[in-house]
């Protein structure tokens, strides 16, 4: 695998990478439960640093809870694993991923016979829709699959089910010619790319949808906050495709995805079709805190 680094911690020990093995009758890998997190850590001038650290392990164990798993780990011991593995694989940078999930030991589709088992590994990992998407902005398909129902698949769970749909979307997309994929909820309103959340710009107002129907973005809420302290007016509220077509400026934010502008939904151009004012600005500002650079952020990193 690209980016691979040497250890894996597994149930509270590091195994050499590619020990780290299951069995094939593992009890998610049949039935789709399980939850994870996707973090990121930058090389900073003072060093490796983790982005939001303890909000994704909250989120990671507010996401155990909804589907009820019980994480055999105080939060704390599990986020000293997580810095420990980037530690011990002496990298500056990477993608963080620990993983919860139910293991060998029972079969059928009630898992609470199944062990809880868990993991993290790093590795590095560049710009998610590419270098140049990152700079020139990517090209969306609104998708033909609909995004979650808040009772069947809850989005507030990152739960390794919920990727199921986002597969089907991204290799549509992929297929069709585009970059990534936008799904609409059962009644058509917009609510997020397979691995991202959304932002439009019109006349200067920056627009997301509510998180009824989506993941809790941590790059979302720290992007929310960069344009607060801006002074950027805020709208946050339900919108169907319409108004993406005709947004002034669009982007998605995710912890893979960082801040990624949108140049074209469905053959459209959005805005100009380049990266618009707002959204290279609120970019600059994701990145300085990411790396650091800004001062007044230091607390969103935490020293590896
Ligand atoms: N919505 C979805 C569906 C999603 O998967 C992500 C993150 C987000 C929104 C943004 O959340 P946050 O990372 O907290 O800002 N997607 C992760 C998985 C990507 C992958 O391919 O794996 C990520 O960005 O790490």
């Known amino acids: 695998m690209e980016g691979a680094t040497e250890k894996i911690w597994m149930d509270g020990e590091f195994l050499p990478w590619d020990e780290a ?26 060093g490796a640093a983790v982005f939001r650290l303890d909000e994704h392990m909250r989120r990671l164990y507010d996401s155990a809870r909804i589907v009820g798993i019980e994480i055999p780990y105080d939060r704390k011991v599990f986020r000293d694993a997580v810095l420990e593995t980037i530690r011990v694989n002496r990298v500056n940078e990477c993608y963080i991923r620990p993983l919860v999930w139910r293991g060998y ?28 998407g ?13 995004g979650h129902h808040p009772n069947s698949y809850m989005t507030k769970a990152k739960t390794t089910g919920n ?14 010619g585009y970059d990534e994929a936008l799904l609409v909820d059962p009644e058509g309103y917009v609510t997020q790319g397979s691995g991202e959340n959304i932002f439009l710009v019109r006349d200067g107002v920056l627009k997301t949808p509510t998180l009824d ?8 809420d720290a992007v929310l906050s960069l344009a607060r302290e801006q002074g950027i007016e805020i709208e ?13 400026e669009a982007f998605f934010t995710g912890t893979a995805a960082e801040l990624t502008p949108i140049r074209e939904v469905d053959g459209r151009p959005v805005g100009s079709g380049k990266p618009g004012p707002l959204t290279l600005q609120l ?10 650079e800004d001062e007044s952020h230091l607390g969103w990193l935490t020293s590896v």
């Open 163 to 176: 990727y199921v749909v986002s597969q089907m979307a991204k290799v549509e997309a992929v297929e069709s």
């Open 283 to 292: 970019q600059s500002a994701f990145f300085s805190a990411v790396n650091g």
């Open 213 to 220: 129907g989506v993941l809790r973005g941590i790059t979302r």
């Open 21 to 46: 093995k299951i069995h094939v009758l593992t009890h998610s890998l049949h039935y789709g439960l399980g939850v994870f997190e996707g973090i990121r850590c930058y090389n900073t001038a003072r």
């Open 105 to 132: 030991g029972s079969m059928g589709v009630n898992p609470k016979g199944a062990p809880v088992r868990c993991m993290n590994a790093v590795w590095k990992w560049g710009a998610y829709l590419g270098e140049d």
């Open 134 to 146: 990152l700079k020139k902005g990517i090209r969306v398909k609104v998708s033909s699959f609909t």
């Open 236 to 248: 946050i509220a339900s919108f169907a495709r319409d108004e993406v077509y005709s947004a002034d």
